[in-house]
């Protein structure tokens, strides 16, 4: 399968699974994110950029004052989420677009966020890529995730939920490892914790001054 057949697929999947996706990530949340999305949010400075904003639901958690522009693929996604903006001030910018190809001029944005988007992203080593080409020298990119536990147990757990997510039509990889991508795009990380026997990680990272 070729990389358009693959997004393609993606944003299929997406756009079928938009009606539900709030139901279903509500349980997950309460679950294994706790307050990531406040922690995630609360980073953002300046004109900032939110990955794979889907429907919304970090829209509550930014600071007063951010410059926000969201981006996904999936349009169906995209309604809700600019529901839910409707009465946020500043007003967000939600634009349709791909990640692996972000439709932004280099070195537009001082923060780049990414909650649980990364995993249904088919080549997250070109988002990442392309995240550092819009990010401003000294600029932050905000990462909160499910990656691969380092516990084996934990591990066949995910598997199966990767396999679950692969019957109901949608891709959302949970065995990746996130920061040997992160490092082998350019960034510098500066923070970085595991959770829940690490199948949850919260990363920062910088791209360096040039």
């Not at 399968?1 to 309460?30: C, I, N």
């Not at 300046?46 to 004052?65: F, K, M, Q, S, W």
């Not at 649980?116 to 905000?142: C, E, K, W, Y």
């Not at 199948?199 to 360096?208: D, H, N, Q, S």
């Amino acid at each position: 399968m070729t990389e358009r057949d693959a997004t393609s697929r993606a944003r299929r999947q997406y756009d079928a699974y938009a009606p539900h996706y709030d139901s279903d990530t509500r349980h997950y949340e309460r679950a294994m994110l706790g307050d990531g999305r406040s922690w995630a949010c609360s980073q953002a400075r300046g004109e900032t950029l939110e990955i794979a904003v889907g429907t919304g639901r970090n829209l509550d958690h930014y600071p007063p004052g951010v410059a926000l522009t969201g981006i996904d693929l999936s349009p169906e996604m995209l309604a809700l989420a600019r529901t839910r903006a409707e009465s946020r001030k500043p007003p967000v910018d939600l634009l349709e677009g791909d990640a692996q190809a972000l439709p932004f001029a280099d070195a537009t944005f001082d923060t780049v966020i990414c909650t649980l988007g990364l995993s249904s992203i088919p080549d997250d080593r070109a988002a990442l890529t392309q995240t550092h080409r819009v990010l401003r020298p000294g600029g932050h990119l905000v990462l909160l995730g499910h990656v691969a536990s380092p516990h084996r147990p934990v591990r066949a757990i995910q598997r199966l939920l990767e396999r679950l997510s692969t019957r109901r039509g949608i891709q959302d990889a949970h065995l990746r490892h996130v920061a040997p991508l992160v490092r082998d795009t350019g960034f510098t990380i500066v923070y970085r914790r595991h959770l829940r026997l690490g199948a949850i990680e919260r990363l920062t990272a910088v791209k360096p001054p040039e």
